[in-house]
Nanobody, 121 residues
Framework: QVQLVESGGGLVQAGGSLRLSCAAS????????IGWFRQAPGKEREFVTS????????TYATSVKGRFTISKDNAKNTVYLQMNSLKPEDTAVYYC??????????????RGQGTQVTVSS
């Protein structure tokens, strides 16, 4: 059984940085990607970024491109989301998820419990 456990959320001022971690256990197929999506109260789920299991290919939402960086430590089975230049509109619960490559992130195969990120103005 695959488990994804996020950590690293918190409260930060606008312009600050946070790094989220997603520790994966269990067998994730090699044709899957690991990614992050977020959901703010009253808003729809928003894809943030993803990385394929080999760690060689990444995708970013336009809203975070140039500010967020996803990376993967294969030895630790952990995916990181470095978030810089944070804005109040980045405030949301961030979820780590695993999904088949090329699939929509509106529904995912596995996801973690989420971690709150709050950016104050």
């Amino acid at each position: 059984q695959v488990q994804l456990v996020e950590s690293g959320g918190g409260l930060v001022q606008a312009g600050g940085s946070l790094r989220l971690s997603c520790a994966a256990s269990g067998r994730i197929p090699s044709n899957y990607a690991i990614g992050w999506f977020r959901q703010a109260p009253g808003k729809e789920r928003e894809f943030v970024t993803s990385i394929n299991w080999s760690g060689l290919s990444t995708t970013y939402a336009t809203s975070v491109k140039g500010r967020f960086t996803i990376s993967k430590d294969n030895a630790k089975n952990t995916v990181y989301l470095q978030m810089n230049s944070l804005k109040p509109e980045d405030t949301a619960v961030y979820y780590c998820a695993a999904n088949p490559l090329g699939s929509t992130w509106s529904r995912v195969t596995w996801r973690g419990q989420g971690t709150q990120v709050t950016v104050s103005s």
